[in-house]
């Protein structure tokens, strides 16, 4: 139960003096809680929009001490200070109890004077440090925790390595009508571990509203997109309501057995590994996962932030996509595929991804369809970081972008069977292929040109309207 707006300055230094003395010598879980009061207030409830018309951002920092925060008095076995660390004041919560209970900082934005707002993108982010080895969550809520507690909840997990900044980032589609909070928290910390947190961050983007503009397309305005669909990968575990995860299975054109155990989820980050396996009836083993039957979209745009495993030289037959198919017709597009190299195609840029669009995947001669490079010539191996691939489709055609930046299109006008071939919702296919009769196989003898294992790292999928 946190304070109100006119309780929050009073008592917060006695309260926090009471909580150290008591620290020593009580026993029993760790759990620490505290309430942030933006220092620029909203409209009141009452007179809150029913729609956000514009984007928000706020800012919490430690730079006046404890001015704004409120210990929790049921917050028996913790210390709470503002310390300095990297010329950033810091909030630091110490357990002192045994192992196995939560540490936890509850940031409360301004629930006493702004509700969450419909169709409203919120994303949180901070920087996290601890003592020990530890998984830190955070979550954006909406709604008390009083009764049931929050209504609807979006979460991000990370690993922490000890006395190390790390920065943790969650983002959440509101219901609206609820008070928004923040909670960051370590689950079964050892003996002495702290959390210590930097300056948060928390902004909204609109949902769009009729005559803003957004009639004619997600393209031309970051605020018209609705986020229909994600996965931010932050439970620990692939979410089985959103993916069909393959196992035992194969497709008919490479070298690699698919199993649901080369997929997983840790550290905030989703993983396909492909790795050398004799256990099955192929050499290789590599996981696939997709949307049939739990989520495809018409029209709108679709974004994945991920790490390819096709290094230059080192990844030959390695070959990672993310691409979506025609739920009942024949239609694919491929907003990234890669073939890592070398391969057998002399003039092929492996170290750059495609991206394509094909007529009819059911032909097996010289199908039609639309394809280029989504990089530049001269470009460093997008296998040597983070990138964001993503792809827009209206009814007059379909945009590809690697970074934000446009780096291809295939428009309705230009492509007779266009219209035809898109024209059902489209599912999403996550995969990492071993070999392939074009780009070539791994080669037995070289052994050392098809480097395992093979991460496909993929930090998020979103999905916009």
């Not at 039609?368 to 490079?373: D, F, M, N, Q, S």
Request: net charge neutral; charged share 25%; aromatic share 10%.
């Amino acid at each position: 139960m946190f304070a109100t707006s006119s309780t929050r300055a009073r008592g917060t230094r006695d309260r926090a003096t009471a909580i150290r003395a008591r620290a020593a010598l009580a026993l029993g879980a760790v759990l620490v809680a505290a309430a942030v009061l933006v220092p620029t207030a909203p409209p009141s409830v009452a007179d809150s929009p029913t729609r956000a018309s514009a984007a928000w951002a706020t800012e919490v920092t430690f730079d006046e001490g404890l001015r704004w925060w409120v210990v929790n008095p049921r917050a028996e076995f913790s210390t709470f200070r503002s310390d300095s660390a990297g010329g950033q004041r810091v909030g630091k919560l110490e357990a002192r109890a045994s192992g196995g209970d939560t540490i936890e900082v509850r940031t409360l934005i301004s629930a006493l004077a702004r509700t969450s707002v419909d169709g409203e993108q919120v994303t949180a982010e901070t920087r996290v440090r601890t003592h020990q080895r530890s998984r830190v969550v955070m979550e954006v809520n909406e709604g008390r925790y009083e009764g049931d507690g929050p209504r609807a909840t979006s979460r991000k997990a990370l690993d922490v390595q000890p006395h190390t900044w790390t920065t943790i980032r969650a983002t959440h589609v509101a219901e609206g009508g609820e008070p928004l909070t923040v909670r960051l928290k370590i689950d079964d910390p050892g003996v002495g571990d702290e959390l210590q947190v930097s300056k948060l961050t928390v902004s909204g983007q609109p949902a769009p509203t009729s005559g803003d503009g957004c009639a004619q397309g997600i393209r031309s305005d970051r605020s018209c997109r609705v986020l229909t669909w994600s996965d931010e990968f932050g439970d620990g575990r692939v979410d089985t309501d959103k993916w069909r995860v393959r196992d035992q299975t194969s497709l008919s054109y490479d070298m690699a057995r698919i199993y649901a155990r080369n997929v997983t989820e840790g550290n905030g980050v989703l993983r396909i590994q492909a790795r050398r396996d004799l256990s099955g009836s192929r050499p290789y083993s590599t996981g696939y996962l997709d949307t049939i039957g739990t989520f495809s979209q018409k029209y709108g745009r679709w974004e994945m932030r991920a790490k390819l495993p096709t290094v230059p030289g080192r990844s030959r037959g390695v070959w990672p996509a993310f691409w979506l198919r025609n739920d009942d017709g024949l239609g694919e597009s491929d907003i990234m595929e890669a073939y890592g190299g070398p391969t057998d195609q002399p003039d092929f840029r492996h170290e750059s991804y495609t991206w394509t669009i094909h007529e009819d995947t059911t032909k097996q001669v010289s199908p039609a369809k639309v394809t280029g490079y989504g990089t530049p010539e001269g470009s460093p191996p997008v296998s040597s970081g983070w990138h964001v691939y993503a792809m827009e489709w209206t009814p007059e055609g379909m945009w590809f972008y690697f970074d934000d930046q446009l780096v291809g299109k295939a428009l309705a006008s230009d492509v007779k069977w266009f219209a035809k071939t898109f024209d059902e919702p489209m599912n999403i296919r996550l995969n990492l292929q071993i070999g392939s009769e074009w780009a070539g196989f791994p080669l037995a003898n070289r052994p050392e040109l098809t480097a395992m294992p093979a991460n496909y790292d993929i930090d998020y999928i979103r999905v916009y309207r």
